[in-house]
Nanobody
Framework: QVQLVESGGGLVQAGGSLRLSCVAS????????MGWFRQAPGKEREFVAA????????YYADSVKGRFTISRDNAKHTVYLQMNSLKPEDTAVYYC????????????????WGQGTQVTVSS
């Protein structure tokens, strides 16, 4: 079992930056592939970024490529999402997720989910 707790969300102006963190419980964090997803009001949850257990492989949605960076610190059981050049359309609840198979952008591949953190970008 893995429990995930996100933090770092908030209100920011367009063009600003935020860094989200997701802390995982359990001793096997370093074996999990991690992902970030987001869900805007009235929309389905969508993929944002994913990272391999080692951190060497990352994958991004086209909408965030070049602006967001996913990283992890296995010693701290934490995965991060650095978000730069934020746009109003980035406004959503951001979720951290974990699974043990491979880097994936498919929501159904993830076994564990956090409760989410709200990110609001004002224009």
């Amino acid at each position: 079992q893995v429990q995930l707790v996100e933090s770092g969300g908030g209100l920011v102006q367009a063009g600003g930056s935020l860094r989200l963190s997701c802390v995982a419980s359990g001793r096997t964090f370093s074996t999990y592939f991690m992902g970030w997803f987001r869900q805007a009001p009235g929309k389905e949850r969508e993929f944002v970024a994913a990272i391999s257990w080692s951190g060497k492989t990352t994958y991004y949605a086209d909408s965030v490529k070049g602006r967001f960076t996913i990283s992890r610190d296995n010693a701290k059981h934490t995965v991060y999402l650095q978000m730069n050049s934020l746009k109003p359309e980035d406004t959503a609840v951001y979720y951290c997720a974990a699974q043990g198979t491979a880097v994936s952008s498919w929501r159904r591949d993830y076994d564990y989910w956090g409760q989410g953190t709200q990110v609001t970008v004002s224009s």
